[in-house]
């Protein structure tokens, strides 16, 4: 502070109060200036003035640091949460960057984890992303992050979405009702929590959620689409074409709204319009080079009639993806359709063969499953030529099943495929073999060399 004074000659005399702030304004002059020495100087002066003020200790961290000496600056920053104020919690951040440019990666991890598990704000959530993927690269793994407590239940909320994939329902029920505990306005876990109760039946408990989350957001687009298809599921045709009339209008702007509506419209049946909205996803830039969205938007077209661009579709999936049985199993359905004159059978979203489809049924229902097998020509036929064309993988998953079903045309079937020689090296002697049990065939023996006897195996 400076403050003018007179003498008893008349003199006026300036005096200055020599304060942190003082100090604090002279370093950040010098540092407009580039000139790092002196602003550390000032620095180091304020804290001398202010030692319990931890963000003089930090701003002398961060010049440090500017100056390449990270070392000291982590020294600083440690003293700040150990005997300053362990409650600032960004110095774990500003230390991870510290270990980063020092090349020490297991540190920085450590420092990043315990920045994300500890600060509330979340002031650096996207420079802590960009810096995790660095560590993942760095390190060849993800760092162990059990959650972020500025998304608190974020990372939870993402293992819950992951049970629901795997099928494990009761498991993910009891996450999301830990979460929604914790965070009562956590809509997305809502939404979630009301699928997972309608996996298992619980249809009360699953619109009493959806219910619970339209009073919050009335507007909650994955609430509306959820509610629609519960409405389908129970039959109750005039509420849900309400519901249908407004979403059939509605064009979401953020791309997972636009992705869960048209999966939504898949559904319920409103192919042309999961079409358009499938579209709109492909010019996307950032994930218009999935197959997997190429084929929703290819079986999206096949179901509205629109076969051409259902074909462009599958044929782009192929390209992106060549490894993968599914675009090319579709193409073939197309020409032989065309080529026989037969309607297509409705073709399912999952980026996968239909058989494939049906795997999560196994283990539960292998009745239901045999039957599906019977009755199904679609599924049939992906069995018959996953068992021509597919990977060794594929292969096995179809042996695998194949074990479950007593049908003498698919029993015929195989003994003219075990008939028919080797293609390409592909199929494994081993599945070969299992093939021929499961129908009660004796694979033929290759001949042995004349002149030759089988050493014993020793």
């Keep these: 502070m400076i403050e003018k004074t007179s003498e008893p000659d008349g003199r006026n005399v300036i005096s200055v109060a020599l304060n942190a702030n003082f100090f604090f304004e002279r370093a950040v002059r010098s540092l407009d200036r580039f000139q790092y020495e002196k602003a550390l100087k000032n620095f180091r002066k304020a804290v001398e003035y202010e030692p319990e003020n931890p963000v003089n200790h930090c701003n002398m961290a961060g010049i440090l640091s500017e100056m390449g000496n990270y070392e000291a600056s982590n020294a600083i920053l440690a003293h700040v949460l150990e005997k300053v104020d362990p409650s600032m919690t960004e110095c774990h951040f500003y230390m991870a960057n510290n270990f980063a440019n020092m090349e020490n990666f297991e540190e920085a991890e450590r420092s990043l984890v315990a920045y994300l598990e500890e600060d509330a704000n979340g002031e650096f959530l996207a420079e802590s992303d960009e810096l995790l993927e660095l560590l993942h690269y760095e390190l060849d793994r993800p760092a162990p992050l059990h959650r972020i407590r500025s998304r608190e239940g974020a990372v939870e909320h993402d293992r819950a979405r992951s049970l629901l994939e795997e099928g494990k329902f009761p498991e993910a029920v009891r996450l999301l009702e830990e979460i929604i ?6 809509l997305a876990a809502r939404n979630n929590l009301a699928l997972a109760y309608f996996y298992l039946g619980r249809f009360g408990k699953a ?20 509610m ?12 849900l074409d309400g519901l249908l009339r407004m979403l059939e209008v509605t064009v979401p702007f953020h791309r997972e709204h636009v992705f869960k509506l048209a999966t939504t419209m898949g559904i319920l049946g409103r192919h042309r319009i999961a079409y358009g909205h499938f579209r709109r996803l492909l010019k996307d830039e950032e994930i218009g080079g999935d197959a997997g969205l190429y084929h929703y938007c290819a079986a999206a077209a096949c179901n509205s009639g629109l076969l051409r661009e259902a074909e462009r579709c599958w044929r782009q999936a192929a390209k992106l993806d060549p490894e993968s049985a599914v675009p090319r199993f579709f193409l073939n359905l197309l020409h032989q359709s065309a080529a026989e004159g037969a309607a297509l059978p409705p073709v399912s979203y999952n980026y996968q063969l239909p058989f494939q489809e049906q795997l999560k049924q196994w283990k539960a229902n292998r009745g239901s499953f045999a039957e599906q097998v019977r009755v199904n020509p679609l599924l049939r036929s992906s069995f018959f030529w996953a068992l021509r064309y597919g990977d060794a993988s594929l292969k096995r998953q179809v042996t ?20 028919e020689p080797v293609q390409d090296g592909k199929q494994e002697e081993a599945g070969l073999l299992r093939l021929h049990k499961l129908i009660g065939m004796e694979p033929e023996k290759e001949p042995r060399p004349e002149g030759k006897e089988r050493l014993p195996r020793g």
Excluded at 210 to 220: R, S, T
Excluded at 232 to 237: H, I, T
């Design 228 to 239: 629609a298809i519960f409405l389908q599921y129970e039959g109750d045709r005039e509420t």
């Design 181 to 186: 505990e914790g965070t009562p306005d956590f």
């Design 207 to 226: 619109k009493e959620c959806i219910a619970q989350v339209l009073e919050h957001e009335p507007g909650n687009l994955h609430a509306l689409c959820n």
């Design 400 to 419: 695998e099943a194949l074990g479950w079903i007593g049908d003498e045309e698919m029993v015929q079937a195989l003994k003219e495929l075990l008939s």
